[in-house]
Nanobody, 114 residues
Framework: QVQLVESGGGLVQPGGSLRLSCATS????????MAWYRQTPGKQRELVARLSTSGATSYADFVKGRFTIFGDNAKNTVHLQMNSLKPEDTAVYYC????????WGTGTLVTVSS
């Protein structure tokens, strides 16, 4: 069974950086795409960034220029580098893999606060 495990969340001050990691139990090439989503209480989960097997990336407007998604094929891991963090980036961040079916991790909490 495919498993995704996120790590790297924590407390960071506004303007700071964090790198989230999503370790998969299978090769990341086995997915059509991998993505990061985030969710805050009372809101729907929203797409943050997506990485396709072709290497193409896409980002939500609210993170463009600040976040970068990239994969490490040797370690079967997808990362989300988050720079210039804002308080509104506070959320639980989830990793998703899609190969015709959706697979989700359990999330990692990012808190941006002074």
């Amino acid at each position: 069974q495919v498993q995704l495990v996120e790590s790297g969340g924590g407390l960071v001050q506004p303007g700071g950086s964090l790198r989230l990691s999503c370790a998969t139990s299978t090769r990341i090439f086995s997915f059509y795409s991998m993505a990061w989503y985030r969710q805050t209480p009372g809101k729907q989960r929203e797409l943050v960034a997506r990485l396709s097997t072709s290497g193409a990336t896409s980002y939500a407007d609210f993170v463009k220029g600040r976040f970068t998604i990239f994969g490490d094929n040797a370690k079967n891991t997808v990362h989300l580098q988050m720079n210039s963090l804002k308080p509104e980036d506070t959320a639980v961040y989830y990793c998703q893999g899609f190969d015709g079916m959706d697979y989700w991790g359990t999330g990692t909490l990012v808190t941006v606060s002074s």
